[in-house]
């Protein structure tokens, strides 16, 4: 199985901050990545899918980059709906694997 | 509106068995391929089967054998039959929609507890 680290598991930022979440592949599954948010008690959500292209109706400061092994994850200005938690996700092979989270809070 | 609504979770004891249904509204629900992923409370997300719009059907190693997923078109269902059930099965199980692998849309979840 393909493992997803996903880094840091938790943060902690003040509102208008840019945010930076990295998720790591332990092979290479070229742009087969997703990111999703789940607000507590909530169902995740689609934010960005193929690990660039955001999901339709997404606010634009979210953003996605990396292919291979690396992949970046964006908030350009923290806003105070942000959050939640946010994984990655690998659809390059089969089982599906996601990472294992990081925790967004505000300062 | 696309709309997913999980139902037939509850409390088993272990080797227990359970039908998890999925109903769906809202979109063509014969166009995508449907999913079950799976949360332990305060832990990650694990997907657990899937089956696609011809009807084939995937599993994660630690279910397979003891799950069955189905889908039935016409009623814009899908199920998981989840049987031999063990304490490590217990979670929210969500089901989901999409394509390939992306998760496009996902119900609010049932809850399955496995305990004696």
């Known amino acids: 199985d393909i493992q997803m680290t996903q880094s840091p598991s938790s943060l902690s930022a003040s509102v208008g901050d840019r945010v930076t979440i990295t998720c790591q592949a332990s092979?290479?599954?070229?742009?087969?990545l997703n990111w999703y948010q789940q607000k507590p008690g909530k169902a995740p959500k689609l934010l960005i899918y193929?690990?660039?292209n955001l999901e339709l109706g997404v606010p634009s400061r979210f953003s996605g980059s990396g292919s291979g092994t690396d992949f970046t994850f964006t908030i350009s200005s923290l806003q105070p709906e942000d959050i939640a938690t946010y994984f990655c996700?690998?659809?390059?092979?089969?089982?599906?694997?996601f990472g294992q989270g990081t925790k967004l809070e505000i300062k | 509106e696309v709309q997913l609504v999980e139902s037939g979770g509850g409390l088993v004891q272990p080797g227990g068995s359970l039908r998890l249904s999925c109903a769906a509204s809202?979109?063509?629900?014969?166009?995508?391929?449907v999913y079950w992923v799976r949360q332990a409370t305060g832990k990650g997300l694990e997907w657990v089967s899937g089956i696609g719009t011809g009807g084939d059907t995937y599993y994660s190693g630690s279910v397979k054998g003891r799950f069955t997923i189905s889908r039935e078109n016409a009623r814009n269902s899908l199920y998981l039959q989840m049987n031999s059930l063990r304490a490590g099965d217990t979670a929210v199980y969500y089901c989901?929609?999409?394509?390939?692998?992306?998760?496009?849309?996902w119900g609010q979840g049932t809850l399955v507890s496995v305990s004696s």
């Open positions: 989901a929609i999409g394509r390939g692998g992306i998760f496009d849309y």
């Open positions: 809202g979109f063509t629900f014969n166009t995508y391929d």
């Open positions: 193929d690990a660039s």
């Open positions: 092979q290479d599954i070229n742009n087969f």
């Open positions: 996700q690998q659809f390059d092979n089969l089982p599906y694997t």
